[in-house]
């Protein structure tokens, strides 16, 4: 199983990017994919899941109202369009697959907001 993203990049506080995640080499049918993010010193969080079906649930207040995790329809690939970008957005950006027990993360994609 392979999972990469890409899409990071460095944008003023303001601005908007949208990452991109994609899984291959599994064949289960559910799945479910999410964003995590890692600042320096932080604990990695959370900032958005989604199903194989399209079911997302809510996200965490940091990013409510300007995160949205979307899915290709026939792919095992997500997105994240990030708007009003904030300096505390600055980050890796990890997508994980998560299949019956097991997990599995991509390498990191940074993002970095500052003017």
């Known amino acids: 199983v392979q999972v990469v993203e890409s899409g990071g990049a460095s944008v003023q506080p303001g601005g908007s990017l949208r990452l991109s995640c994609a899984a291959t080499?599994?064949?289960?049918?559910?799945?479910?994919m999410s964003w995590y993010r890692q600042a320096p010193g932080k604990e990695r969080e959370k900032v958005a899941t989604i199903t194989n079906t399209g079911i997302v649930p809510d996200y965490p207040d940091s990013v409510k109202g300007r995160f949205t995790i979307s899915r290709h329809r026939t792919m095992s690939k997500i997105y994240l369009q990030m708007n009003s970008l904030k300096p505390e957005d600055t980050a890796v950006y990890y997508c994980?697959?998560?299949?019956?027990?097991?997990?599995?993360w991509g390498q990191g994609t940074q993002v970095t907001v500052s003017s």
């Open positions: 994980q697959l998560r299949v019956i027990d097991r997990e599995f």
């Open positions: 080499g599994f064949t289960f049918a559910n799945y479910v």
